[in-house]
């Protein structure tokens, strides 16, 4: 059993996948966390250090690694799927879920968060918004893929997600 996490930053992912992952006794695994660990940097040093283009290799590094776990929930980085082939490896490895939440919930969920996240730092609210907008518009045709669409317009709780997922 391997369930993959799909979504834009923000969308609940790791909460989603925390819930999911204990009620279906599986262990959740955040993508992030997992890449930070294996390359004992973290997520802003990578992009500092070797750039976006460098952070991506890595990523799909980590998601070959992590596809071949079993019995797990995986939060995916928000970008991992738009990237290479890594969609198709998902798909072929898992049952997929994509966690699609309004550019406004997203916004306000990215303003209030303590996670530091390099495409979106030091932008302002206007600016995140336009920024959501624009980088969803591109990267939902790989969320679209997904074997779930979760379209959310508040918070889960762990028993809505659970019903869809089962
Ligand atoms: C990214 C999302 C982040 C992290 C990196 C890039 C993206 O993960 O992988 O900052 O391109 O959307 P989260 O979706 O967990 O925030």
């Not at 969308?11 to 819930?19: D, E, Q, R």
């Not at 997520?43 to 079993?70: H, T, Y």
């Not at 799927?81 to 699609?100: A, E, Q, R, W």
Request: net charge negative; with cysteine; aromatic share 8%.
């Amino acid at each position: 059993m391997r369930i993959y996490l799909i979504g834009y930053m923000g969308s609940g992912k790791s909460t989603v996948g925390k819930g999911l992952a204990k009620n279906l006794n599986l262990t959740f695994i955040d993508m992030d966390d997992f890449i930070e660990q294996r390359n004992m940097r973290t997520i802003p040093q990578i992009f500092a250090d070797d750039g976006e283009e460098g952070f991506r290799k890595i990523e799909r590094k980590a998601l070959v690694e992590l596809s071949a776990f079993d019995d797990v929930v995986i939060g995916t980085g928000g970008g991992a799927p738009c990237f290479f082939d890594n969609m198709d490896m998902i798909k072929k490895t898992g049952k997929s879920v994509y966690l699609k939440g309004s550019p406004r919930i997203l916004a306000q969920r990215l303003k209030n968060s303590k996670v530091e996240r390099p495409l979106i730092k030091g932008k302002n609210e206007e600016e995140l918004i336009a920024f959501i907008d624009e980088t969803l518009a591109k990267r939902e045709k790989w969320y679209k893929q997904a074997d779930v669409v979760l379209d959310f317009d508040h918070d889960l709780s762990d028993e809505e997600v659970l019903e869809v997922v089962k």
